[in-house]
């Protein structure tokens, strides 16, 4: 069934039409691309001149269904659309979001904005973003680093999860990644650098995707595939380096090398 015609669907807009609203539409869901399934939840994007002092975003469970209400106003999703760390989420899902109410045309408008949407007006912000990035991990490579001499488990694992989630992120955003589903970000991004590339491999390590030696706990596999993704995102991003973070980015690289030459000199030792 069209989700527009669903009896569901259409009660909620019911509901949902209050004074003060200006657009309602489905997003973001299998709903909105019509591949709902009974495990599906539903996402409603409901526009607002004034957003409610209580809660922008809630979950609710209605009539046994797990609804996501998030509160909006066109303004803030114009605005998304001119940052490049909002602008890979916010273009795919206005594009495929079915206006279920638009008695202004409002929401048609900013569909259509985000048709128009042109990538390169962003790269230069992108390229400053994913710099920053790269450089605010640095604070999490000497903790991983120390943690590891230490023998420290939580401190690598957090600190392994900070780096994991700021590169990745740092990757996806500079290279314009546009984001259509939760579901697909690693899948995306994984296609996108290349399955077999070093980077992917130390994704997939430093977020337990696979596993590495049998006998080495997993803190630490994690820990030094954290410490890799650190390295070969700065190879990816070296021709886009800032000047005015070059110092920091470069000096813990060195501390990268110089932890991992001496876990190999280790290894070598009799």
């Known amino acids: 069934m069209n989700s527009l015609e669903d009896p569901f669907i259409k009660s909620l807009v019911a509901r949902l039409n209050q004074p003060g609203v200006v657009g309602i539409s489905l997003v ?12 599906s939840d539903v996402d409603m994007d409901i526009f607002v001149e004034i957003l409610p002092p209580d ?6 469970y209605i009539d046994s269904h797990l609804v996501s209400l998030k509160y909006l106003t066109l303004q803030s999703e114009y605005e998304s ?10 273009v795919p899902g206005i594009k495929q979001m079915a206006i279920l109410m638009d008695d202004s045309g409002r929401l048609a408008e900013l569909k259509q904005t985000a048709q128009n949407f042109n990538w390169q007006n962003l790269q230069s912000a992108a390229d400053e973003y994913a710099v920053e990035e790269l450089m605010g991990c640095a ?13 420290e488990e939580s401190k690598v694992l957090y600190a392994a999860l900070g780096v994991f989630k700021g590169l990745t992120n740092a990757v996806a955003v500079q290279r314009g990644m546009m984001m259509e589903s939760e579901n697909r970000y690693f899948d995306i991004i994984q296609e996108n650098i290349g399955h077999t590339h070093e980077w992917t491999r ?6 337990g995707a696979d596993i590495g030696e ?5 803190y630490k596999t994690r820990g030094q595939a ?11 991003f070296k021709n886009i380096s800032i000047e005015k973070h070059r110092d920091v980015i470069e000096n813990t ?10 876990q190999s000199t280790r290894a070598q030792d009799p």
């Open 226 to 236: 954290a410490l890799a993704l650190y390295k070969h995102t700065a190879q990816l």
């Open 81 to 90: 659309l001119t940052k490049p760390e909002t602008a890979i989420w916010a």
């Open 55 to 60: 809660s922008a975003y809630t979950l609710r």
């Open 253 to 262: 690289l060195q501390l990268v090398y110089r932890y991992e030459e001496s």
């Open 202 to 207: 130390a994704v997939r390590f430093a977020i």
């Open 28 to 39: 973001g869901s299998s709903y909105a691309r019509g591949h709902n399934t009974p495990h």
């Open 139 to 151: 604070e999490e490579v000497h903790k991983i680093i120390d943690g590891l001499a230490k023998y």
């Open 214 to 218: 049998i006998n080495t706990p997993a």
